[in-house]
């Protein structure tokens, strides 16, 4: 597995929080300008980055167990051939999972929603429940959509601080957006972001 190293994010925000968050609306129509592959690495360190030597990141996880994994399907990303990949926070890169361009096909996992595929990229965040509800029982799975909600939160406030435009997508088949994405069997798909420059 062939890993690709993302640019270094070291994100200021020019704007208070409070504006990001004023701002902050769902943005389905895009311009089909590519995203640079430097703003995708903060959107996904915002998601999932690691903020600390031992191994803390971004958003809150009970136990510190992070069962959450983040893919993107990539269409118009500068510096990045059309595929999916897989985020490693621990390496600060990305992995090729499947090469080509999958938008067109992920829109058809979402229920037909046609304007995903014109999203430059669109993030998958994936569970793996069992990191959780191996410690925490049933109760684990609250907390694992309890850091879903964390992380795409952070993803949308990134993507609004760089001005670009993003929406969260939940109605998908999920074994379909699986197949698209080359999710492993123990990996549950729980929202999809898409991502572009608004029109």
């Known amino acids: 597995m062939s890993l690709i190293k993302l640019p270094k994010t070291e994100p200021s925000l020019s704007q208070p929080l409070e504006q990001l968050l004023a701002q902050r609306r769902s943005v389905r129509d895009y311009t089909g300008q590519p995203v640079a592959l430097a703003e995708v690495a903060c959107l996904l360190w915002a998601a999932q980055?690691?903020?600390?030597?031992?191994?803390?990141?971004?958003?809150?996880?009970?136990?510190?167990?992070?069962?959450?994994?983040?893919?993107?399907?990539?269409?118009?990303?500068?510096?990045?051939?059309?595929?999916?990949?897989?985020?490693?926070?621990?390496?600060?890169?990305?992995?090729?999972?499947?090469?080509?361009?999958?938008?067109?096909?992920?829109?058809?996992?979402?229920?037909?929603?046609?304007?995903?595929?014109?999203?430059?990229?669109?993030?998958?965040?994936?569970?793996?429940?069992?990191?959780?509800?191996?410690?925490?029982?049933?109760?684990?799975?609250?907390?694992?959509?309890?850091?879903?909600?964390?992380?795409v939160q952070n993803a949308l406030l990134m993507a609004v601080a760089q001005n670009l435009g993003a929406a969260v997508v939940g109605a998908f088949d999920d074994e379909h957006v699986a197949s698209v994405m080359g999710l492993a069997g123990e990996e549950t798909p729980l929202c999809l972001v898409s991502v572009g420059h608004p029109a």
Do not use: N
């Open 49 to 151: 980055g690691i903020t600390d030597p031992q191994g803390l990141r971004t958003t809150p996880s009970a136990g510190a167990l992070y069962p959450l994994d983040i893919y993107l399907t990539a269409g118009a990303v500068t510096g990045l051939m059309p595929g999916t990949y897989r985020y490693l926070p621990r390496e600060d890169a990305v992995a090729c999972v499947l090469e080509g361009d999958r938008r067109i096909a992920l829109a058809a996992a979402a229920l037909s929603q046609s304007w995903l595929a014109d999203a430059a990229l669109t993030l998958v965040f994936a569970a793996r429940y069992g990191r959780t509800t191996g410690k925490y029982g049933r109760r684990g799975i609250q907390y694992v959509h309890m850091e879903a909600g964390h992380a």
